[in-house]
């Protein structure tokens, strides 16, 4: 055993590193501990040191076993009062009674009273991590995805942290630190604007585009200067994503158009994605991604692409100059804003020393170098993943926000939205200014109306509205039945800059107290949206002491919606009885006399 002294983000740690494997073995296998002196945590790494001459191929480190006959344990007197809450996947938090799978990266655990843990990898970015939960028990390790270590090489693991600070501290302190080894990228700050693809997904074209474009120039004081992003349907195929006939001034002279009016010109890519029939993917058939039996990977035929589409291997020599110029053409074209999807980059690569996330991160470095340091990137993930960090502006953190789906999404983006603004700005996808379906030329909206009800609707805009990143909406805002509903745009932007707190997090599986304190010289202020996730009514308390809000004092309670104040409380608000799926969004204005 060697202990020494090393530092770390949050202060100086001691380290005891202790070697497993006699002088001479072919395998040693070294373990790293940490041990912060300023907070109630440790981090574990490991390394394997290939002493053989073969090679090997690693695939897995176990950094802690907790189950039961392995070494360790995990004891508590009654499991169903833990908590699991996944913090880089959708799925439901559950009590550590009934939680039986593997978490992607890291999660926490605690019980009701607050006591409880946190873990989850810290980086430098080595591979993506899994924490088990299973039989009561957590086992933490690290997937090395089969990496090539060769003759007299070591090979680490990603370092991991387990944190037993209070919830809040803990996600605190693992996003930050995280935020240091990967290098976030914030100087950007939050956006808003208009995205295309809701209102007509790929039947937009350039005029539809250049009508909502004037009618933004026309109406600043509504709409700002914002981004104006196009989406999906523009381009000839996939792959060949200069313009096609519906856009037949070409990208460039839409861009310009864009930028006149004094917005921000955005336009979707899916660089990984190629129609089979294209010259490129016919000339490259080795770039192609395959599964393990040597097939071509495939997404079949649908309305939105119906010659269905491969996906090229991100790491091969062909594919990243072929990817660079996708993105490099687009600079050139004068757009000032990217949103790359589907970043399925598959699992067999042409470099077998690298794990898929460091794969993941070499393509995102190719994009920020294709881009260059102006442009603004959003990656539409649908969930975190640390192979972004650093690369990018902006991440999409849940679903796409189809009006039939407004709850699935909010269980995403909420939880997730410790994120913001530390790893990058949240993009919780867009809001729409009607309920009901806005009308173009008497047609309803493709999509609908939101189906749950009204209640629904304004729960989800309250959300995009209270997330502080990206605030687009995707609605014919040049259309005479929209303009009526204009001012639900403006409760949308600019986006704030505070930061937003899930107050639940951890503590249950509902999203129902969900805003943040703000600091001003003219007086302090809190905004929170009081959600009902239940069936049937329910009253949804706010304790001002866990909101941030002083407790002693009378408080003005200005409802949002109603636009008025509805209440003057101290210590403590109720609301009046929510719908289920419905809330209330609140500022509270403590007197300062």
Not at 45 to 73: A, C, I, M, T, Y
Not at 343 to 372: C, E, H, M
Request: glycine share 8%.
């Amino acid at each position: 055993m060697v202990r020494t002294t090393g530092t770390t983000p949050f202060g100086d740690a001691e380290v005891s590193t202790a070697t497993y494997g006699a002088e001479g073995s072919p395998i040693q296998y070294s373990l790293k501990l940490k041990r912060l002196k300023n907070l109630r945590a440790f981090t574990l790494q490991g390394v394997l040191h290939n002493r053989s001459g073969e090679e090997l191929k690693l695939h897995e480190f176990d950094l802690l076993d907790l189950k039961p006959g392995v070494g360790g344990s995990l004891a508590v007197a009654n499991a169903a009062d833990w908590l699991v809450t996944p913090l880089m996947q959708d799925l439901e938090a559950q009590p550590l009674s009934e939680m039986e799978t593997n978490l992607n990266e890291a999660a926490m655990v605690y019980h009701r009273d607050g006591k409880g843990f946190l873990v989850g990898p810290v980086g430098p970015a080595e591979a993506y991590t899994n924490v088990e939960v299973r039989q009561q028990a957590i086992k933490a390790f690290v997937r090395m995805d089969g990496v090539l270590v060769r003759p007299g090489e070591s090979r680490r693991s990603e370092e991991m942290i387990f944190c037993f600070e209070p919830s809040r501290t803990a996600t605190d302190v693992w996003t930050r630190w995280v935020a240091a080894t990967h290098g976030a990228r914030l100087h950007r700050g939050p956006v808003y604007g208009w995205c295309s693809w809701y209102d007509l997904t790929t039947k937009i074209t350039a005029e539809h585009v250049l009508n909502v474009t004037k009618t933004i120039k026309e109406n600043p004081h509504t709409f700002g200067k914002g981004i104006i992003q196009i989406d999906d349907g523009y381009q000839k195929m996939d792959g060949d994503w200069s313009a096609n006939e519906k856009f037949p001034m070409g990208m460039a002279a839409v861009a310009k158009e864009v930028r006149d009016a004094g917005c921000i010109p955005g336009v979707w890519f899916a660089p990984l994605m190629i129609n089979p029939e294209h010259p490129w993917a016919k000339e490259n058939p080795d770039a192609i991604q395959t599964n393990a039996k040597g097939i071509a990977s495939f997404m079949n035929a649908n309305p939105f692409h119906p010659a269905g589409a491969n996906w090229v291997n991100p790491d091969h020599p062909a594919t990243k100059i072929f990817l660079h110029k996708i993105i490099s053409d687009a600079r050139e074209r004068g757009y000032g804003y990217i949103k790359i999807d589907f970043n399925g980059i598959g699992s067999r690569f042409v470099d077998p020393t690298k794990t898929r996330l460091q794969v993941f991160r070499d393509l995102y470095t190719l994009y920020r170098d294709a881009a260059g340091e102006d442009m603004y990137i959003l990656s539409c993930l649908g969930q975190p993943t640390r192979g972004v960090i650093g690369f990018i502006d902006a991440a999409r953190v849940g679903p796409d926000s189809h009006p039939a789906h407004f709850e699935k999404c909010l269980k995403s983006v909420l939880r997730f939205q410790i994120y913001d603004n530390v790893w990058w700005q949240n993009d919780p996808d867009v809001a729409y200014v009607s309920p009901t379906g806005t009308k173009v030329d008497g047609t309803p909206r493709s999509l609908g109306g939101t189906p749950q009800g009204e209640g629904m609707w304004r729960t989800w805009h309250n959300a995009v509205a209270m997330v502080g990143g990206t605030s687009m909406v995707s609605d014919p805002v040049d259309a005479p039945d929209v303009h009526g509903k204009w001012h639900n745009y403006e409760i949308l932007r600019p986006s704030h800059t505070e930061t937003t707190r899930l107050l639940t997090l951890g503590k249950t599986a509902d999203n129902s107290a969900f805003g943040f304190c703000a600091d001003r010289p003219y007086g302090d202020f809190a905004v929170y949206n009081l959600y009902n996730a239940t069936e049937g009514e329910r009253h949804i308390n706010l304790v001002f002491e866990e909101a941030g809000i002083p407790a002693e004092g009378k408080c003005a309670v200005f409802d949002f919606w109603d636009n008025k104040v509805i209440a003057y409380t101290e210590g403590s608000y109720n609301t009046r009885p929510l719908a289920h799926l419905s809330s209330a969004l609140l500022r509270f204005t403590p007197d300062r006399g």
